[in-house]
């Protein structure tokens, strides 16, 4: 299909639920989301989105179970000692944004090391939140502009100003907001960059989403009359 729609944003949610309703462990279902992020990008991809943006780890994630957590830090280098020849092959460019310091020393090596094998590469660009959180981001980018006020480089910000400060700075702005697994609400999400994203809520678990999910997700993207405040 063809689309307006440059920039969707993903909330990767029920990957627990799932596995607990096949009577699986949790850490079950979030290799089976880890494996449908490859499923989805490629499909992303093929349909010339220019970005896809997928809620991985909030900053709010590490009040789980600390072995939950511990799994969830080795997925990074499970997913690319997978993918990454594949994803290279379909020239998927890697990003991630949120604070990557506080994961364990791997983690991060596994990270950038695919954020600087893709980096020349022109397709999609997969760009994971990992340890990131909306509120977080903004605060961030207020500090640093404070910063720069102090240093004498800046002395008025407006809306494109402040976008430059944010972790998402030179990508486009947000057309789709899809949230798998029944919940509506965007969680932390993207607050600056969801200001003007259609929002669609599905009752399909992330593990489940499939290609036509998303061409639906998309579909109903396009048939909505996005006025931005207008008439």
Not at 138 to 159: M, T, W, Y
């Amino acid at each position: 299909m063809q689309t307006t729609c440059k920039h969707v944003a993903i909330i990767m949610d029920g990957n627990g639920r799932w596995a607990k309703n096949q009577n699986k462990l949790r850490t079950f279902g979030h290799l089976s989301g880890s494996e449908n992020v490859r499923n989805i990008a490629l499909a992303a991809n093929k349909l010339k989105i220019q970005v896809l943006t997928l809620y991985a780890f909030s900053t709010e994630n590490w009040k789980r179970p600390m072995e939950e957590v511990e799994y969830l830090m080795i997925l990074p280098e499970v997913f690319f000692n997978r993918f990454i020849d594949e994803l290279m092959r379909e020239g998927i460019k890697i990003m991630a944004i949120g604070d990557l310091t506080r994961f364990p020393p791997n983690t991060q090596r596994v990270l950038l090391s695919a954020i600087e094998k893709t980096k020349n590469n022109q397709g999609l660009i997969l760009n994971f939140a990992m340890n990131y959180g909306g509120r977080d981001e903004i605060i961030r980018a207020v500090n640093k502009i404070a910063d720069d006020v102090r240093l004498g480089k800046v002395d008025s910000i407006d809306e494109s100003g402040f976008e430059s400060y944010l972790m998402t700075a030179g990508l486009p702005a947000v057309d789709l907001m899809i949230r798998t697994s029944g919940e509506q609400r965007i969680s932390n999400f993207l607050l600056w960059q969801l200001a003007y994203a259609e929002l669609v809520f599905t009752d399909v678990s992330w593990p489940d989403f499939k290609e036509a999910d998303l061409i639906e997700a998309m579909q109903v993207f396009e048939n909505r009359n996005r006025r931005f405040g207008g008439l």
